[in-house]
């Protein structure tokens, strides 16, 4: 993971409350397979969200922080060769 993945899933972990193991934060190349990750992680707690929930803030908490049009930010989008992360 470079620098750009490794700050959204920090910012990620401080708004959902979970903790996200790096093992699996580096499996995960798209929008989708990190929104489960979070919302399989967030289930786990006292507050969970629906599955949307966690798909429409992780897309704007991602279109904020790297400048990205939200519209690109889609669930099939690759973090690093659809939007650009980490390069």
């Given at each position: 993971?470079?620098?750009d993945?490794?700050?959204?899933?920090?910012?990620?972990?401080?708004?959902?409350?979970?903790?996200?193991?790096?093992?699996?934060?580096?499996?995960?190349?798209?929008?989708?397979?990190?929104?489960?990750?979070?919302?399989?992680?967030k289930?786990?707690?006292?507050?969970?969200?629906?599955?949307?929930?966690?798909?429409?803030?992780l897309?704007?908490?991602?279109?904020?922080?790297?400048?990205?049009?939200?519209?690109?930010?889609?669930p099939?989008?690759?973090?690093?060769?659809?939007?650009?992360l980490?390069?």
């Open positions: 993971m470079g620098l993945t490794v700050e959204l899933v920090l910012e990620a972990e401080r708004t959902f409350g979970v903790a996200v193991p790096d093992d699996l934060a580096q499996k995960t190349e798209t929008v989708e397979e990190f929104a489960h990750l979070l919302y399989e992680l289930a786990k707690t006292s507050a969970p969200m629906p599955y949307e929930d966690v798909l429409i803030q897309q704007r908490i991602t279109s904020e922080m790297f400048h990205l049009p939200i519209e690109r930010v889609v099939k989008a690759r973090f690093v060769k659809d939007l650009g980490d390069q």
